[in-house]
């Protein structure tokens, strides 16, 4: 993986217009800047959630730090783990398999994960997503068969629905991650969920403004170009900043 402080700044410029989902497809593409966009958005969300893991340690290192508010009694919790620790599966391979199959009581159902197609189309159609809540998991069914007679996706009832869901999970586990969260003040234990798609893109916010308020600080003391200043190694800036500060 090859990505300078001017290629992240670009993206964080480009990402700004956009949702969160389609950001995060431009970042994939950042890791693996030979595949398509339409084989980046057929990851499976656990697969796309690894490769963020990865690029997040690649940029930011392996130490992730964060808060979370108690749900009992509201007090924000700060937590600390090391990003090593959440690798439930592995980087993906290109070209990825994208089905698999699920058999019960003689019904056989192929099936593929949720990926960032179907993530987007959720948020284009919410209505349509919220009078149906089973809907992203029927999008995913490719083909049902009872005793190989071809069925539709409605044939199903909602416990087989329910097993799919779970078996859907275990199939793609990186795509939810919680933490186990203790809180001082009322003892309470609960688990949060970690999301590297907010977290990852929060840090890429906050870093893209602090480089700007250096580039600026730089380019009015000496006048150099923000080209120039973005091409400076990070100890060269920071140490240039400090001359300013002091
Ligand atoms: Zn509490």
Request: aromatic content about 8%; glycine content about 4%.
């Amino acid at each position: 993986m090859q990505i300078t402080p001017a290629g992240l700044l670009q993206l964080w410029e480009t990402g700004s217009e956009q949702t969160l989902i389609e950001k995060t497809l431009l970042l994939l593409a950042k890791t693996s800047p030979a595949e398509t966009p339409g084989t980046l958005a057929m990851l499976s969300i656990g697969e796309r959630d690894e490769m963020l893991l990865t690029l997040r340690e690649y940029l930011f290192g392996t130490k992730l730090l964060n808060t979370a508010a108690c749900p009992y009694c509201s007090n924000m919790v700060e937590w600390e783990i090391n990003s090593s620790d959440l690798h439930l599966q592995p980087v993906p391979s290109f070209p990825v398999n994208n089905y698999f199959g699920f058999v019960k009581n003689d019904v056989e159902i192929k099936y593929r994960l949720p990926n960032s197609n179907d993530l987007l189309k959720v948020t284009q159609s919410a209505d349509a997503y919220l009078l149906n809540p089973e809907k992203l998991l029927t999008d995913c069914i490719v083909d049902v068969r009872y005793n190989n007679k071809a069925l539709g996706a409605e044939a199903l009832d909602k416990d087989l629905l329910r097993e799919l869901d779970l078996q859907i999970s275990k199939d793609d586990p990186q795509a939810d991650i919680g933490m186990l969260l203790n809180c001082p003040a009322c003892l309470n234990k609960w688990e949060a969920k970690f999301d590297i798609v907010t977290y990852l893109w929060t840090e890429i916010d906050i870093w893209a403004t602090h480089l700007l308020h250096e580039v600026y600080l730089l380019a009015s003391s000496f006048g150099w170009s923000e080209k120039d200043i973005l091409n400076m190694s990070e100890q060269r800036r920071k140490l240039y900043v400090k001359l300013i500060q002091a």
